[in-house]
Each structure stands twice: as C-alpha cells, then as structure tokens.
C-alpha cells in the first residue's frame, strides 16, 4: 500500500528564515508520481510540483527548492527566505503510474512569523 | 482555472438525511476525485472516476457513494448521514490523464447534527 509520511505537523519560523519540509514515502512501484500543494489560509489547494519517479534531479523554483532521494524515499520541500505569505498547510502527496490510488500525506502546517 | 465548481459550498444537516454534493468541470477531463479532509489527516480519497459511467472507492469509501452520468458531472451522496462524516469535501480533476496533477475545488463544507 502507498503510504506518504509528514512527520512535522507544525512548524514556526521569523521571517527571512530558511525552512524545510520532510516527506516520506512509501510504494512498491517503480513508477510513481510526487507531488507537492499548498493550502493557504483562505482553504483552496495549489498546486506547486510534479515529480516522477525517474527524475532525481532537484528542482530549484524562485524561493522554493525540492529534494528528491529515491534512496532514502524522500521528497523535501525547502523555502528559502521564507515570508508571512508563505504561511499555509503543506501537503505532500503520491501517486502510482495509473493514478488510481493518489496518496496525500497529513500535512504541515507553516506559521511564518513577521 | 481548471473550470471546477462544487455545489453546495456550505451545508448544514441533520443525521440520517440523505445528503448530495455536485462537482462539475468545464473542460471534458476523464479523471475527477472527491477527497474529504480531516485535521490530522489530511485529504483521503473516497471514490473517483475514470470515465462516465466508471467509478471506483478510494480509502475512505464505507457510507459513501458517486454517480457519473456525464462527463462534467460527478455527484458525491451520503445515504444517510452521520455526524463522523462532518468535514470539508474537495472535488479535484487531473489534467493530465491519469498521472498528472491535480486541480481542486474550492470545497464543501458540510456539518451534520
């Protein structure tokens, strides 16, 4: 079964800080998908990235950055200087190849303070 | 905008009513998924379709059911409700088939007495 891990359920940060969120994944598949959303304040979740399973290569997106170890089965999520905006619940989630069991992890829930 | 819309965005109801979400979609996509979300659980898939017609439960399926009789159309029904079924129910499309990512709906928030 598929499985996806966030063991940080909240975290608070002073702006400008660096912050590192952890996932943890589980799945028998050699192909699969990772993702990341984030859920703001005002409750709509968005998307922020794709990854699949044969892409190791880390992703760099302005202030934001991912990590991904097939080796440790982890898809980390770092914010860079982080900013009140980026206050939110993150979500980091799995698929398999045919998307018919789409896994989202508990959430982290990122305070970011002024 | 991934054209999603959820009816109704707020519910309040009693238990043991029969209770039914609509989700609707603009753009003809085949995948369309109704998650509730929970603190401390995050979003847990209940059913999703693959087509009209095709539907399958997710994780969190007892209690629940969906039909899909149009391609835009993807309705979510509580037979009868029950208070432990109070939570914030997302509908979300995938654009890319069945692998891409997923597009959400703003929710239905539904509370049962």
């Known amino acids: 079964a598929q499985k996806v891990t966030q063991a940080q359920t909240e975290i608070s940060v002073v702006e400008k800080e660096d912050v590192t969120l952890d996932c943890v994944y589980e799945?028998?598949?050699?192909?699969?998908?990772l993702f990341w959303y984030k859920q703001p304040p005002s409750g709509e979740l968005v998307f922020l990235i794709r990854r699949n399973s044969f892409d190791e290569q880390n992703e760099i997106s302005g202030r934001y950055s991912w990590n991904f170890q097939k080796s440790t089965s982890s898809f980390n999520f770092t914010i860079t200087a982080s900013q009140v905006v980026d206050s939110a619940v993150y979500f980091c989630a799995l698929s398999d190849n045919y998307g018919q069991n789409f896994v989202f992890g508990p959430g982290t829930r990122l305070s970011v303070l002024p | 905008d991934a054209g999603i819309t959820q009816s109704p965005r707020h519910k309040v109801t009693e238990t043991g009513t029969p209770v039914t979400l609509r989700c609707h979609q603009t753009?003809?996509?085949?995948?369309m998924y109704w998650y509730r979300q929970d603190p401390g659980h995050g979003l847990r898939l209940i059913h999703y379709?693959?087509?009209?017609?095709?539907?399958d439960k997710g994780e969190v399926s007892d209690g629940y059911s969906v039909s899909r009789s149009k391609t835009e159309d993807f309705l979510l029904t509580l037979e009868s409700a029950t208070s432990s079924q109070t939570s914030v129910y997302f509908c979300a499309i995938s654009i890319e088939d069945n692998t891409g990512e997923l597009f959400f709906g703003e929710g239905s928030r539904l509370t049962v007495l």
């Open positions: 379709s693959y087509g009209v017609k095709d539907t």
């Open positions: 799945t028998r598949d050699t192909t699969y998908y």
């Open positions: 753009e003809n996509h085949r995948y």
